[in-house]
Protein backbone atom coordinates (compact mmCIF):
# COMPACT_ATOMS: atom_id res chain seq x y z
CA UNK A 1 0.00 0.00 0.00
CA UNK A 2 1.21 3.16 -1.21
CA UNK A 3 0.88 4.32 2.89
CA UNK A 4 3.42 1.47 4.02
CA UNK A 5 6.04 2.97 1.51
CA UNK A 6 8.82 4.49 3.61
CA UNK A 7 8.81 8.01 2.84
CA UNK A 8 12.73 8.19 2.37
CA UNK A 9 11.81 5.42 -0.83
CA UNK A 10 9.37 7.79 -1.80
CA UNK A 11 11.44 10.82 -1.58
CA UNK A 12 14.16 8.61 -3.89
CA UNK A 13 11.52 7.85 -6.56
CA UNK A 14 8.21 10.21 -6.97
CA UNK A 15 10.91 13.33 -8.55
CA UNK A 16 11.70 10.83 -11.41
CA UNK A 17 8.25 10.09 -12.00
CA UNK A 18 6.65 13.55 -11.71
CA UNK A 19 9.16 15.34 -14.07
CA UNK A 20 8.15 11.84 -16.63
CA UNK A 21 4.01 13.23 -15.80
CA UNK A 22 3.63 9.56 -13.69
CA UNK A 23 2.54 8.84 -10.27
CA UNK A 24 3.68 6.38 -7.76
CA UNK A 25 0.96 3.65 -7.19
CA UNK A 26 3.16 1.47 -4.90
CA UNK A 27 6.63 -0.09 -4.10
CA UNK A 28 6.88 -3.68 -3.30
CA UNK A 29 10.04 -5.28 -2.12
CA UNK A 30 10.49 -8.90 -1.54
CA UNK A 31 12.85 -9.85 0.81
CA UNK A 32 14.85 -12.79 1.64
CA UNK A 33 17.75 -14.28 -0.10
CA UNK A 34 19.20 -12.34 -2.17
CA UNK A 35 18.60 -10.82 -5.13
CA UNK A 36 15.64 -8.60 -3.35
CA UNK A 37 12.82 -7.96 -5.78
CA UNK A 38 12.12 -4.25 -6.03
CA UNK A 39 8.78 -3.54 -7.80
CA UNK A 40 7.92 0.10 -8.45
CA UNK A 41 4.12 0.01 -9.51
CA UNK A 42 3.53 3.50 -11.74
CA UNK A 43 0.51 4.81 -13.58
CA UNK A 44 0.06 8.20 -15.37
CA UNK A 45 -1.47 11.14 -13.78
CA UNK A 46 -4.78 10.48 -15.98
CA UNK A 47 -4.60 7.14 -14.23
CA UNK A 48 -5.70 4.65 -17.20
CA UNK A 49 -2.19 2.58 -16.86
CA UNK A 50 -1.05 3.44 -20.32
CA UNK A 51 2.70 3.25 -19.11
CA UNK A 52 4.62 2.42 -22.13
CA UNK A 53 7.42 -0.42 -22.00
CA UNK A 54 9.91 1.69 -22.98
CA UNK A 55 8.95 4.41 -20.82
CA UNK A 56 9.08 1.52 -17.91
CA UNK A 57 12.60 0.72 -19.03
CA UNK A 58 13.79 4.35 -18.93
CA UNK A 59 12.36 5.26 -15.66
CA UNK A 60 13.48 1.64 -14.35
CA UNK A 61 17.31 3.08 -15.15
CA UNK A 62 16.97 6.05 -13.58
CA UNK A 63 15.65 4.93 -10.82
CA UNK A 64 18.32 2.21 -9.82
CA UNK A 65 20.86 4.85 -10.37
CA UNK A 66 19.55 6.94 -7.99
CA UNK A 67 18.71 3.94 -5.21
CA UNK A 68 22.32 2.74 -5.81
CA UNK A 69 23.99 5.83 -5.75
CA UNK A 70 22.61 6.01 -2.00
CA UNK A 71 22.57 2.46 -0.97
CA UNK A 72 18.75 2.77 -0.63
CA UNK A 73 18.91 -1.21 -1.17
CA UNK A 74 21.24 -3.16 1.49
CA UNK A 75 21.16 -6.01 -0.74
CA UNK A 76 21.94 -7.36 -4.22
CA UNK A 77 18.56 -6.26 -5.81
CA UNK A 78 16.24 -6.95 -9.38
CA UNK A 79 14.41 -3.79 -9.65
CA UNK A 80 10.93 -3.55 -11.80
CA UNK A 81 9.14 -1.32 -12.90
CA UNK A 82 5.79 -2.25 -14.14
CA UNK A 83 2.15 -0.26 -14.66
CA UNK A 84 -0.75 -1.39 -12.70
CA UNK A 85 -1.77 -4.16 -15.21
CA UNK A 86 -5.53 -5.68 -15.77
CA UNK A 87 -5.28 -6.53 -12.62
CA UNK A 88 -4.86 -3.22 -11.24
CA UNK A 89 -3.17 -2.31 -7.62
CA UNK A 90 -5.45 -0.30 -5.33
CA UNK A 91 -2.76 1.16 -3.42
CA UNK A 92 -4.52 4.79 -2.60
CA UNK A 93 -7.93 5.81 -2.13
CA UNK A 94 -7.91 7.50 -5.34
CA UNK A 95 -7.69 4.28 -6.19
CA UNK A 96 -10.23 2.61 -4.46
CA UNK A 97 -12.81 5.93 -6.37
CA UNK A 98 -12.26 5.04 -9.77
CA UNK A 99 -12.22 1.00 -9.12
CA UNK A 100 -16.15 1.13 -7.81
CA UNK A 101 -18.29 -0.74 -9.56
CA UNK A 102 -15.81 -3.55 -10.75
CA UNK A 103 -14.77 -6.76 -8.73
CA UNK A 104 -12.04 -6.23 -6.54
CA UNK A 105 -10.26 -8.61 -4.10
CA UNK A 106 -9.27 -7.08 -0.74
CA UNK A 107 -6.82 -8.67 1.84
CA UNK A 108 -7.36 -7.16 5.41
CA UNK A 109 -4.73 -6.44 8.00
CA UNK A 110 -6.11 -7.91 10.30
CA UNK A 111 -9.36 -10.21 10.12
CA UNK A 112 -13.10 -8.31 9.37
CA UNK A 113 -16.16 -10.90 10.44
CA UNK A 114 -13.64 -13.60 11.13
CA UNK A 115 -11.67 -13.33 7.25
CA UNK A 116 -8.88 -11.63 5.90
CA UNK A 117 -9.48 -11.97 2.35
CA UNK A 118 -12.67 -11.06 0.64
CA UNK A 119 -13.57 -10.87 -3.21
CA UNK A 120 -16.56 -8.88 -4.40
CA UNK A 121 -17.69 -5.84 -5.93
CA UNK A 122 -16.40 -2.51 -4.72
CA UNK A 123 -20.12 -0.47 -3.98
CA UNK A 124 -18.28 2.56 -3.33
CA UNK A 125 -15.30 4.63 -1.51
CA UNK A 126 -16.69 7.30 1.24
CA UNK A 127 -15.29 8.29 4.08
CA UNK A 128 -12.24 6.34 3.95
CA UNK A 129 -14.32 2.72 4.41
CA UNK A 130 -14.67 0.94 1.18
CA UNK A 131 -18.12 -0.48 0.91
CA UNK A 132 -17.68 -4.47 -0.65
CA UNK A 133 -20.69 -6.56 -2.01
CA UNK A 134 -19.60 -10.09 -1.01
CA UNK A 135 -21.74 -12.69 -2.12
CA UNK A 136 -24.98 -10.43 -1.20
CA UNK A 137 -23.58 -9.18 1.99
CA UNK A 138 -22.47 -5.24 1.75
CA UNK A 139 -19.10 -5.53 3.96
CA UNK A 140 -17.45 -1.83 5.47
CA UNK A 141 -13.40 -2.25 5.23
CA UNK A 142 -11.89 0.81 6.64
CA UNK A 143 -9.39 2.21 3.97
CA UNK A 144 -6.68 1.70 7.37
CA UNK A 145 -6.99 -2.03 7.48
CA UNK A 146 -6.35 -2.75 3.85
CA UNK A 147 -3.38 -5.02 3.54
CA UNK A 148 -3.41 -5.72 -0.56
CA UNK A 149 -6.17 -4.93 -2.87
CA UNK A 150 -6.38 -5.30 -6.71
CA UNK A 151 -9.47 -5.06 -9.00
CA UNK A 152 -10.13 -8.29 -11.17
CA UNK A 153 -10.85 -8.43 -15.06
CA UNK A 154 -12.83 -10.56 -16.57
CA UNK A 155 -11.69 -11.42 -20.10
CA UNK A 156 -14.26 -11.35 -22.70
CA UNK A 157 -14.96 -12.64 -26.15
CA UNK A 158 -13.77 -8.95 -27.57
CA UNK A 159 -10.70 -9.50 -25.68
CA UNK A 160 -9.94 -12.53 -27.93
CA UNK A 161 -11.24 -11.40 -31.16
CA UNK A 162 -9.09 -10.59 -34.14
CA UNK A 163 -8.91 -6.91 -34.82
CA UNK A 164 -9.42 -5.76 -38.59
CA UNK A 165 -10.95 -8.64 -40.07
Keep these: MYRDIPAEMRALVEPI ?92 RRPLDGRRRFKGTLLGFQGDVAQIDVDGEVLAVPFEEVARARTLYTFTREDFARRGQ
Excluded: M
Excluded at 63 to 78: F, G, S
Design 17 to 108: LEDRGLELVDIEQRRGRAPWTVRVIVDTQAGDGAVGVDQCASVSREIATHLDAVDAIPERYNLEVTSPGLDRTLAREKDFVAACGQQVRVET
